[in-house]
């Protein structure tokens, strides 16, 4: 599942092993990459059960991605070969 | 004299869930992952491999076949088109269909309390299969890996219905009993097809609609493997949307399908169906063109069109050749 957030036009994809670990998995993992979910209530529902529409908005910056292990240390360059004697 | 009790095969149920990797299958509860049918499902069995041998050397008869191999199955899982009536969220999805619209190679994308459905070309996170459990007769179907083709089709004034014929990987049948599902949304009641909004170009259609059948008419392959019992399952291949719509005739100088047909005309079909709020089915097809048209009798002395319009993308590169939204 993607979900395109309603203040802007990123798409964020749902990973499919959050999804398929339940509604409440995709909510935490949203709630992670610094996505709220925020019900927009029907006024002329009284006792408020029901939303008229569910807005996305990043709340906060997504995760910084993680650490990539040190890079090996670029290799020395080998000194030039020295000309062939003739 | 004593009789017997008979096995009884007018209940039936469905547990699914998406795949996590093609094949792998998945654990499903009767009270969570139950799609509600809207008719029996009726499991096709076959093998890619009967193993016959060569023909008897000293008979006209047959010698005994090898074991076969190869088990996969078809079955056209039918669900009726209706909304979940309450606002869509990340945990509040379209019901019965939102699993396998997306293993019918489609990805679901959720925006602002609205659930839209677009074809893909081979994603890169892979497409995604759905695992069934299907009851029925009395037994237990388990099949894996199973992709399908889909249908939307409204006949007459009564409730859409969507096919998913899936095709997939048979596990082994088993005496069971109908679990005791848990359905989603069960009292949500779908919208009949008697008040449809269906518009083609700039034409909104004032005569009567008869019928309408969307068919995505995917090709799903069978991977036959010389490994892994006989086969690896199945593959998504092209697709070929058409839209077939049965409606009475308009004054040409009003709607002419077949200057459109004629001139390879390309024009924007919507197809509403509106059950009340969050119960409501949007199809749009921006780049439609009629290909067949059939003069037909409707109601006995009517005239009729039926109108065959090929989905096609705006660009080689671009899905876009229809979508379907469950909308707010």
């Not at chain 1, 029907?42 to 906060?60: G, I, S």
Request: aromatic share 8%; proline share 7%; with cysteine.
């Amino acid at each position: 599942m993607d979900i395109i957030l309603t203040d802007s036009t990123e798409r964020v994809s749902v990973p499919l092993e959050v999804e398929l670990k339940g509604r409440q998995a995709v909510l935490d993992w949203l709630t992670a990459q610094g996505i709220t979910e925020t019900r927009v209530v029907d006024p002329k529902d009284p006792t408020q059960t029901r939303a008229l529409r569910f807005d996305y908005t990043r709340t906060a910056p997504a995760p910084a991605p993680a650490p990539v292990p040190d890079a090996p240390a670029a290799e020395v360059a080998a000194p030039p070969e020295p000309p062939a004697e003739g | 004299m004593a009789v017997s009790t008979p096995i009884y095969n007018n209940v039936w149920a469905a547990l699914s869930k998406l795949e996590a990797s093609y094949g792998a299958g998945a654990a499903v509860t009767a009270g969570a992952d139950a799609q509600l049918l809207a008719d029996r499902c009726v499991v096709a069995t076959s093998f890619n491999d009967m193993g016959a041998r060569t023909a008897s050397a000293g008979t006209t008869g047959q010698v005994p076949n090898v074991a076969p191999s190869g088990k996969v199955a078809k079955t056209k899982l039918t669900v009726e088109g209706r909304g979940l009536g309450a606002a869509y969220g990340a945990s509040a999805f379209p019901p019965d269909l939102y699993l396998w619209l997306q293993a019918s190679g489609h990805l679901a994308t959720l925006s602002t309390g609205t659930y839209v459905f677009t074809p893909q070309s081979v994603p890169a996170a892979g497409y995604k299969s759905a695992y069934l459990e299907l009851y029925g007769d009395g037994m237990k179907f388990p099949i894996t890996g199973a992709l399908a083709d889909l249908v939307w089709r409204g006949e007459k004034t009564g409730v859409s219905l969507f096919d998913f014929d899936f095709s997939g990987i048979m596990g082994t049948e088993a005496e069971a009993a109908v679990p005791a599902a848990t359905y989603l949304a069960p009292t949500i009641y779908p919208p009949k097809a008697n008040n449809i909004a269906l518009a083609i170009g700039a034409y909104t259609v004032l005569r009567a609609v008869h019928s309408f059948v969307f068919k995505v008419n995917r090709k799903i392959a069978e991977r036959t493997d010389q490994q892994s019992g006989g086969t690896s399952g199945f593959a998504f291949g092209d697709r070929a949307p058409t839209l077939e719509l049965n409606i009475e005739r308009e004054a040409l100088g009003t709607f002419n399908p077949f200057a459109d047909r004629d001139a390879g005309t390309q024009k924007a079909i919507t197809l509403a169906l509106n059950g009340g709020s969050n119960n409501k089915i949007n199809f749009n097809a921006a780049q439609a063109q009629c290909t067949k048209i059939e003069n037909v009798t409707l109601s006995d002395a009517v005239a009729g069109l039926k109108l065959t319009y090929e989905l096609k993308t705006s660009s080689s590169v671009t899905d876009d050749d229809y979508s379907l939204t469950w909308a707010s």
